[in-house]
């Protein structure tokens, strides 16, 4: 099936470090997704790209959606404690009979010492 | 609640045994999907409903695994005569019907079976 390649897969960060993560796919995708998720929880939407190139941010996050459709990247500025947790990326064919299933990377670890 | 909703949350069965996963998901969401989640890795795309179409099983990874969902709302994960491999935590996710910009999965919290 469909792949998708995350790096890193885990960080230790210090407190108000930058951080950055990516993901690479031998497939196409028409939409970028960025998922958290906490220990015991389900993963919960950061940002959602969806057009090549488009560059978005949310708050200390910033995420890009690559031009050749087939990458992505996170950004995370001046990381703080709670920022802890397994993010991942996902991609997305969005085609209306085929369905919305994503394809998720193995995600990256993120820890952060204070 | 708002959310998307997963019981059990924890679920131990012995090897051979069926178990049965629930999920409930956000009122309105028409559309409905199952993931799997084993230990360290990604999420895995198991099955997907949208509204009476027929569901998408392409990543239902053998027949001992099935899903219905009955009007319209609440799925049922069903793991026939279970395997150790099946351990893992299972999340169920709801989202809009396209043609309302159905892009956005919400998340269940999630139900972690152990196979012993």
């Known amino acids: 099936g469909q792949q998708l390649n995350q790096s890193p897969q885990s960080m230790f960060i210090q407190e108000g470090e930058d951080v950055s993560m990516n993901c690479t796919s031998s497939s196409i995708f028409n939409t970028w997704l960025w998922y958290k998720q906490d220990p015991g929880e389900g993963p919960v939407l950061l940002i959602a790209?969806?057009?090549?190139?488009e560059l978005t941010s949310n708050g200390r996050l910033t995420a890009q959606f690559g031009i050749t459709r087939k990458d992505s990247f996170l950004n995370i500025s001046a990381s703080i404690p709670s920022d802890v947790g397994i993010y991942f990326c996902?991609?997305?064919?969005?085609?209306?009979?085929?369905?919305?299933?994503?394809?998720f990377g193995a995600g990256t670890i993120l820890r952060v010492k204070s | 609640g708002a959310g998307v909703s997963q019981s059990p949350s924890n679920k131990v069965t012995e090897k051979g045994k069926d178990v049965e996963l629930r999920c409930d998901p956000i009122?309105?969401?028409?559309?409905l999907y199952w993931y799997r989640q084993s230990l360290g890795q990604g999420l895995e795309f198991l099955i997907y409903?949208?509204?009476?179409?027929?569901?998408?099983k392409s990543g239902l990874p053998s027949d001992r695994f099935s899903a219905e969902r009955t009007g319209g709302s609440v799925s049922t994960l069903t793991i026939q005569r279970t395997q150790q491999e099946d351990s893992a935590v299972y999340l169920c996710?709801?989202?809009?019907?396209?043609?309302?910009?159905?892009?956005?999965?919400?998340f269940g919290p999630g139900t972690r079976l152990t196979v012993l």
């Open positions: 996710a709801s989202s809009r019907r396209w043609s309302q910009g159905g892009n956005e999965q919400f």
């Open positions: 790209l969806y057009k090549a190139g």
């Open positions: 009122s309105g969401h028409t559309a």
């Open positions: 996902a991609g997305q064919l969005r085609v209306k009979w085929i369905g919305n299933k994503l394809v």
């Open positions: 409903f949208q509204g009476n179409s027929a569901p998408d």
